[in-house]
């Protein structure tokens, strides 16, 4: 079980939105806190760039030319001021005021009236709203008239003309400073994505020695690790079925080419016998010559079919309650297989009751490779030790053997030690074996139902 801690991707996506969200909230408010700055670097240039004072100093020679109104009811006098109303632009607004401070006469910027573009008017509310009144109007010029000395105030709305474009750039920041984290999150799920798809079509294609890089904690990443853990496992899996194909393709051979020596020598005893069928010692010398052949064949097969179970996948025992007498019956039977073939040994003692839950046909196999073990490699010269022990409900059975001078260096497969090991197991039990210069012990514990005393 994978103890990582992991996150769904919707969840660190919205982390992502809410993080690149704020982050833009704050761009554009400190872009529009810094609008004024922006606007004094802009106004430097073209088409932003504005005069004020080549116009207030325009404003001030036309001026000698008129007369100021003697008060703010004189239109007459007014209309003829209207060529210095033509110096100012459309997003300039004049006014005058007399010397006692009343006001005279003004001409507010045309934008404020443009039909045509209404938008310019919500633009220059809008530098009334974001701006200090300071920013907008500038300070106030003394200008001569033909008849009396007045007070020119000048009001800036040019501000307006940036704000569209500002606006504009700063959408346009705000919009990247959102976008980019989201879309570089989402590229990197994808290029993930992209990735352990590539590694799965390596996969299908039969390549499982590539591991899948890490794609991070989410659901991708689980993946991708579920994904590699099963290439891991499908790879083992492979690994094992072509040992064991090879395995039994050698067991195959050998076995084709051990059975085809004797089964010629049996055959050729057997043409003797047909033709001298009538000479009796003959037929006996021959007649135990075939039983010897014989036996080297079943031997022969014996080790097949006990390969075939140590490499089977799984083995299905046929489990009964057998009585520890029947222990006792396969130990016995064994020792008079051995006996008669000039070993001595001592028969075991065991309880007098006690069942096994266990499969007869694998008990049987397990001593029979056992015993076959010590008639193959034992020496005839020391006694074959048996010992049986019952303790806390586990019968514990030891068997030991020495070991002939000529076979101490012969190194088998040991399919037969590993047949009884499997066939023990699955009988809930252990096996030991143990090879020490000229000695061979083995050791099995199988578990008893309710066991009798010793």
Known sequence: MNNEKSTKIRTRLLLVILASGTLAGLLL????????????????????CWDEEGLAAQIMEEAKKYDL?????????????????????????????????????????????????PWLLFMSNAVDLLFRPDRIYSQFYSVSFRNAEAELYIMDYHPVLFIYPYILISAFFCILVFLTPILFYINSRIRDILMVSSEILLMASGDLSHPLPPAGTDEIGMLARELDQLRLTLSDHIRQEDETRKSNQDLITAMSHDLRTPLTILNGYLEILKLKGSDPDTRSVYLERCLAKSMDIKQLTDRMFEYALVYEVEESPDFTELPIQFIRECLIDNLDFIRLAGFTADSPSLPATGTLHGDETMLKRIFQNLFSNVIKYGDKKTSVSLETEVENEMLTIRLSNAIKQDRSNVSGNQIG???????????????????????FRTTITLPLKAPGKM
């Open 69 to 117: 109104p003697d008060s703010e009811d004189d239109k007459e006098t007014a209309k003829q001021m209207e060529p210095i109303f033509d110096l100012c632009d459309e997003y300039t607004s004049i006014g005058f005021y007399g010397t006692d401070g009343y006001y005279r006469l003004s001409q507010p910027a045309s934008i404020f009236v443009d039909e045509e573009k």
């Open 417 to 439: 030690l590993k047949s009884v090991k499997k066939m023990v197991e699955l009988h809930s039990g252990s096996f030991f074996c143990q090879k020490e210069d000229l000695s």
């Open 29 to 48: 408010f400190f872009l529009w806190a810094h609008y004024w700055d922006a606007w004094k670097l802009a106004s430097r240039f073209p088409p932003f």
